[in-house]
């Protein structure tokens, strides 16, 4: 089955640094790749995903790269602000049985101090 | 768009009893929901697959008579843990997916409930 590994799992940056979350995937047949961002206690909310046809993407100020022959993909933030500090989740999809489904990274916290 | 509900936003209940979960995909079909366990600081652990009009399908290791699923329209989903146990207290969150914009992949989440069996 599929495996996500993300690193690191604490970052803490300067507002105004950017921020790098790294991902890892071990199946080769996974072909969307999201990045949720939840905040204490609350929903995780999708932020950018991108698809195995592409090599990035980007939304203003975040953007993903995907590298399929590593089966690695990453998250950028640029110039980052005090409430971009959440936990970030990256996954992979994985088709089972039949049946479309994500994977996830454990979670890498993100603080963004002033 | 892609608004998801759940309720109850948190719920206590004691030990032996059943309680149930629903998740509700506001604004689109959602021909699949999908059905999570958090535990603090921890990741998203999935724990069952809904299709509309079939049974779910279970990961690995979660007990399918305690956790019953059941999807009877578009719109909705529900979780029941029957017998709940303290140890079953966590935050379960559902997510919907459905076709928007041509595609079929992004999961939308719902607000999460947080269960507490005393």
């Known amino acids: 089955g599929e495996n996500v590994e993300q690193h690191p799992s604490t970052l803490s940056v300067q507002e105004g640094d950017s921020a790098v979350i790294k991902c890892t995937y071990s199946?080769?047949?996974?072909?969307?790749f999201p990045w949720y961002k939840q905040e204490l206690g609350k929903r995780p909310q999708l932020i950018i995903d991108?698809?195995?046809?592409?090599g990035e993407k980007k939304d203003q100020r975040i953007a993903v790269t995907l590298n399929k022959t590593a089966k690695h993909f990453s998250l950028h933030i640029t110039e980052t602000q005090p409430e971009d500090s959440a936990v970030y989740f990256c996954?992979?999809?994985?088709?089972?049985?039949?049946?479309?489904?994500?994977?996830f990274g454990k979670g890498t916290k993100l603080t963004v101090n002033p | 768009g892609a608004v998801v509900s759940q309720h109850p936003s948190w719920v206590i209940c004691k030990s032996g009893t059943s309680v149930k979960i629903e998740c509700r995909s506001l604004?689109?079909?959602?021909?699949?929901m999908f059905w999570y366990r958090q535990f603090p600081k921890q990741s998203l652990m999935l724990m069952a697959t809904s299709n509309e009009g079939s049974k779910a399908t279970y990961e690995q290791g979660v007990e399918k008579d305690k956790f019953l699923i059941n999807h009877a329209s578009l719109t909705l989903s529900t979780l029941t843990v029957t017998s709940a146990h303290p140890e079953d207290s966590s935050f379960y969150i559902c997510?919907?997916?459905?076709?928007?914009?041509?595609?079929?992949?992004?999961?939308?989440f719902g607000p999460g409930t947080r269960l507490t069996v005393t």
């Open positions: 996954a992979a999809s994985l088709i089972q049985g039949g049946s479309e489904k994500l994977v």
């Open positions: 604004d689109f079909q959602a021909t699949t």
């Open positions: 199946d080769s047949a996974s072909n969307y």
């Open positions: 991108i698809r195995s046809n592409v």
């Open positions: 997510s919907a997916r459905g076709p928007r914009g041509g595609t079929s992949y992004e999961q939308y």
